[in-house]
């Protein structure tokens, strides 16, 4: 069974950052979810083109590996295929048998691509599935943070997902934005002032748009 929940008005676009996740219940192989039961948590929501891929299969080995340090920083993950939960569940038990992983996680049952459609990760005339490989970052209200497109050759970076959730919970918790490559505990950025007065008051030495600071010193008001 897998319903989508939409609004007054059928979604005219795929969901974008800051957009809510369109909800649904689906069948998994953790049993029924849907985005709503994720409430209160952070959710990494990653999709496959197929089961018994082997990029995939190499990084759903990754996710389990990696789950704990998700689970440790209030996240959880999800991931999607259109292949029939069958499938799925043929997919884990191969993966528990032949390289002792226990995927811990839901994968959910797409096949009729509905799930797959509402995220955009499909293009709406296609029939091909090949296309279904995209993670979004979900808040724990249900507001889309970040999405990651990937294309069928290249494998994700789950320390970089990870990286990734661990900077965008650090900016809900602070006004103050992650430079590149940041890592947890590094300085973050000051915003760039927006006027002449504040530039000029700003800059004490540094560059006015570029300063760095200490995590604990732009707690929200």
């Known amino acids: 069974m897998l319903t989508l929940e939409q609004g007054p008005s059928a979604q005219l676009r ?24 994720f409430e209160g948590r952070w959710l990494v929501f990653f999709s496959h083109p197929a089961d018994f891929t082997p990029v995939c299969t190499s990084e759903l080995i990754d996710f389990a590996n990696a789950s704990s340090a998700f689970e440790a920083i209030n996240c959880d993950l999800m991931a999607l295929s259109v292949d029939s939960l069958f ?4 997919w884990i038990r191969s993966l528990e048998t032949d390289f002792g992983v226990n995927i811990n996680f839901p994968i959910v049952e797409d096949a009729s691509m509905t799930v797959a459609r509402a995220y955009g990760m499909i293009h709406s005339a296609s029939s091909d599935t090949t296309t ?17 497109w990937y294309p069928l050759t290249t494998g994700r ?3 970089e997902i990870l990286r990734l959730v661990k900077a965008l919970q650090l900016n809900t918790e602070i006004d103050m934005p992650t430079p590149a490559g940041w890592r947890e505990g590094d300085d973050v950025l000051v915003p760039a002032p927006l006027t002449a007065n504040e530039m000029r008051k700003s800059a004490n030495g540094a560059v006015w748009y570029f300063r760095k600071a200490k995590q604990n010193s732009g707690k929200k008001k």
């Open 157 to 159: 970076n789950i320390d």
């Open 87 to 90: 499938a799925h569940l043929a």
């Open 14 to 37: 795929p969901p974008m950052i800051g957009d809510p996740a369109p909800n649904f219940f689906a069948r998994t192989t953790l049993g029924e979810r849907s985005i709503q039961f």
């Open 132 to 148: 279904v490989r995209a993670t979004y970052v979900i808040d724990p209200v249900g507001i889309i943070r970040a999405i990651l």
